[in-house]
């Protein structure tokens, strides 16, 4: 697991900084997932999205399942908080990527798994 600029880390906690507290990458269907998304830059645009894709451990192709758009209180943020439950958001158990895109560059990347109920 990777934490700092660049990367979306997950956990089911975070503290008042947005960083997440006791991370994992494993989560049941019914359990809150919450990720911080730590940029490589600050936003300086309104116009960031994060995609959720499930990948394929074998042919580690991916599958968009859904996309959302950021609402920055401010161009200068530069770290992101989110929370999920799969059971809800996601449509099945596997392997998740979550990227946080300006335009064409990805300014966040990170992985996790949804365990079968």
């Known amino acids: 697991m990777r934490t700092g600029p660049g990367f979306v880390t997950f956990g089911t906690q975070n503290d008042p900084a947005l960083r997440i507290v006791n991370p994992s990458t494993s989560f049941g269907p019914q359990e809150r997932i ?7 830059t600050r936003v300086n645009s309104n116009d960031v999205r994060i995609e959720t894709s499930r990948v394929d451990p074998v042919t580690r192709s991916e599958q968009l399942v ?6 920055p209180r401010g161009t200068d943020a530069q770290i992101f908080l989110r929370r999920i439950r799969p ?14 895109i300006r335009g064409d560059t990805v300014m966040s990347e990170g992985y996790f798994e949804v365990r079968p109920g």
Do not use: F, M
């Open 34 to 40: 919450t990720w911080s998304a730590h940029l490589t």
């Open 87 to 100: 059971d809800q958001a996601l449509d099945a158990p596997g392997i998740y990527v979550v990227r946080y």
């Open 66 to 71: 859904r996309e959302d758009v950021v609402r």
